[in-house]
């Protein structure tokens, strides 16, 4: 089983930074992708940024490329740590945002099947002010 522990996040005007991380740990980690999906209220969960095990692919969402970057620290097949720099935040970037992991994401764009199996963190709250 894994488990995901989130930090980071919080307020800050348009225009500012966050970091967000994620420690995992689990003997199910190894080969499989991580990322960060969103929701904010009143909508869906969204996808934003997905990073392959080794940290050789990514892909974003078009609403956040350019502005955030996901990278990752692969300590061993147990356990990974993802982080997303999210810069020149804007208001509609305020949300709950989730580290997932078990993402069956190897290269190439993201699609929602390669969340069937994943799991969740516990949610971090972004808010971005104008």
């Known amino acids: 089983q894994v488990q995901l522990v989130q930090s980071g996040g919080g307020l800050v005007q348009a225009g500012g930074s966050l970091r967000l991380s994620c420690a995992a740990s689990g003997s199910t980690l190894s080969n499989y992708a991580m990322g960060w999906f969103r929701q904010a209220p009143g909508k869906e969960r969204e996808f934003v940024a997905v990073?392959?095990?080794?940290?050789?692919?990514?892909?974003?969402?078009d609403s956040v490329n350019g502005r955030f970057t996901i990278s990752t620290i692969s300590r061993d097949n147990a356990q990974n740590t993802v982080t997303l720099q999210m810069n020149s935040l804007k208001p509609e970037d305020t949300a709950v945002y989730y580290c997932a992991a078990g993402i069956r994401y190897w290269r190439g764009r993201y699609n929602s099947k390669m969340i069937e199996s994943a799991e969740w963190g516990q949610g971090s709250q972004v808010t971005v002010s104008s």
């Open positions: 990073i392959s095990w080794r940290g050789g692919d990514t892909d974003y969402a």
